[in-house]
């Protein structure tokens, strides 16, 4: 856990260690050997240094860690796979492959197919094949309006969108991007994790906004065992596994290696015949392997939290060229915005309580 919080915390508060190799500043490294008064007065560590204590936590962890539990607990796979994950940020891509092989050779894990997978969000997730980690909520833990499902969707427990606040505030939507990206194939299973709101089967627009903007209310945090704002969100699962390995293959010049992979996840999806990526006819699209590795990565764990920093690590920027709120302020109904890598915007402010509490804690820029 503490791993996992250090981890999430640089990635969000450090940049990506593959800009300067892991030399800007980090976080605070927190460890049970700090008295009160050294955690009010602890400097930030350096990206690299965050990242090797995360790494020996986890070590240390996968080798403690011996009682098999059902899936949503903690695992000596929960910390194989993270370590998969972290050497992955780093651009070790030997390491990154070596971590992903061991959870996906350990039989303990297997891919979701057809219905099942359709429905990957909505059952219990004890009994859920693919989960690897995830957060888990009961019955009883039911957080209705206050959920952080009822932020994305508005409507039953069957999936059929209503209007904002029937059965949550549905003020977050997937994007007209993603949505016309994953109708290439309209076989995708994954687009049954969106529910766009229509009446008379014409696709609502949300007014209210700035540009006003389609909503295609996401699922991935509801209907779980039949309640509607009811999720234990996903940490991590088998799929990632499959998609780290091909990102690091990828990366390492091992293009069918790469591309066996993402056909795996694609099949899986539903998908086939010309749907599946080759050498040919990634050449012919004027793609490379890293470049169909990352779109895989946007389809599969879109709203997951991984795409921006996917693009981040990898050097690429975020282009927002649809309608929805990141319009700027100045421009109103511009609703194209890209976001380079080397941007200031894509780490956050160090929140000024906590440089209140630790005058130390440099701000970011």
Do not use: W
Not at 54 to 68: E, F, G, N
């Amino acid at each position: 856990m503490r791993a996992m919080m250090h981890f999430n915390l640089v990635r969000v508060f450090g940049g990506p260690y593959t800009q300067n190799n892991g030399d800007n500043p980090g976080v605070p490294i927190l460890s049970e050997d700090l008295s009160d008064d050294e955690k009010l007065t602890i400097s930030r560590s350096k990206v690299s240094e965050v990242y090797a204590s995360v790494i020996a936590d986890l070590l240390k962890a996968a080798d403690l860690m011996t009682a098999k539990k059902s899936n949503p607990f903690a695992s000596k796979e929960v910390a194989i796979a993270s370590l998969a994950r972290v050497y992955l940020y780093m651009g070790d891509n030997a390491k990154a492959i070596g971590f992903a092989d061991k959870v996906i050779s350990s039989g303990r894990y297997t891919l979701l197919q057809g219905g099942a997978y359709a429905q990957y969000f909505r059952g219990e997730p004890e009994a859920n094949t693919e989960t690897i980690f995830c957060i888990r909520h009961t019955k009883t833990q039911d957080q209705g309006y206050t959920a952080i499902g009822s932020m994305y969707y508005s409507g039953d427990v069957s999936g059929n969108a209503a209007n904002k606040g029937v059965s949550g505030y549905g003020e977050i939507y997937a994007s007209k991007k993603i949505y016309d990206f994953l109708n290439l194939n309209p076989g995708d299973l994954r687009l049954g994790f969106i529910s766009p709101y229509r009446v008379n089967g014409v696709l609502q627009v949300n007014t209210s906004l700035s540009t006003p903007t389609p909503m295609y209310y996401i699922n991935k945090y509801n209907l779980q065992e039949g309640i509607i704002n009811l999720s234990s969100p996903v940490y991590l699962r088998l799929a990632e596994m499959y998609l780290i390995r091909a990102e690091a293959n990828a990366k390492l010049g091992n293009t069918q290696t790469a591309l066996d992979d993402i056909n795996l996840i694609r099949r899986r999806a539903g998908l086939s015949g010309t749907a599946l990526h080759t050498t040919a006819s990634i050449a012919i699209a004027g793609k490379t392997a890293l470049d169909v590795t990352l779109e895989e990565r946007y389809l599969e764990l879109a709203f997951e939290g991984h795409r921006a920093y996917d693009l981040f690590r990898n050097g690429r920027p975020m282009v927002r060229n649809y309608p929805g709120t990141h319009s700027l302020n100045t421009t109103p109904n511009n609703i194209n915005q890209t976001v380079p890598a080397t941007d200031n915007r894509i780490i956050f402010y160090i929140p000024e309580s906590e440089r209140a509490k630790n005058p130390n804690l440099t701000q970011n820029p």
